[in-house]
């Protein structure tokens, strides 16, 4: 959506949203008094309060048209009230969307964590291979034979093997997530939440989250106090 379009629904919605007019009075408004900051706002709010996907579209076109930074921040802010009115779920239906939503995202996260860390196997076994042929003329070069036999345990086969057994594990767990990926996106597409921005639900705690239900700790007023002391380093 062009620049322009999205002036023109701004004018259009303040007319239609203000006390009725006459043409004439229509016909004779300024349109440059009415595109102040202030009217702006206001009818960045009216879509936000509306909490269709109609409204919110028209506030993602207006942050990606608008040079304004104080009415790109104001609506960021309206965006995300926007989303919330739009997409918070009614019914056990949507609730399910939602929740597979997030849970997308979250593993979108966990696999590309998953990633970083084939990589840096890659790169640890890449360094080894370089290390074990360095060595093997070393041992070769050697004519010490007490040497040789004291020497040879510096580079450890071992642990070649491990981080190769390791590397395999990953691309195993990888490749489950991906398959999982592919399959969670496509029960998404089929629910009002495949357009969701990520922005949105990272705005979203649900109660009980990052509570661990496995132990009791040393009960749960530990727990507060560990709640409290990470809000304190914040600050």
Partial sequence: MTKKQVLKDIVEDLDQSGEDRSEE??????????????????????????????????????????NDKDLKEWAKIALDEGEYFCYSPNN?????????????LDRE????????????????????DVEREVHKKVLKNLKDKKKVEDWKYNFSE???????????????????EDAWLKEAEKMVKKTEYKDVSRNFFQSIHEDGEGINFWSDNNGWKDEREEEFLEDEDKI
């Avoid at 206001?42 to 608008?66: M, N, P, S, Y």
């Avoid at 996260?109 to 080894?128: F, G, W």
């Fill in 92 to 104: 056990n239906k949507e609730e399910k969307g939602f929740q597979l939503a997030q849970m997308l």
């Fill in 25 to 66: 009075k229509k016909k004779k408004k300024d349109q440059k008094q009415i595109l102040n900051k202030e009217s702006i706002k206001t009818q960045l709010v009216c879509w936000a309060h509306k909490g269709t996907k109609e409204a919110v579209q028209k506030i993602r076109d207006f942050i990606t048209q608008t």
């Fill in 109 to 128: 996260d966990k696999s590309y964590y998953k990633m970083s860390k084939i990589n840096a196997a890659c790169l640890e076994l890449r360094k080894l």
């Fill in 158 to 176: 071992d642990y070649y093997l491990s981080v190769r057994a390791r590397l395999e594990e990953l691309e195993e767990e990888l490749a489950y």
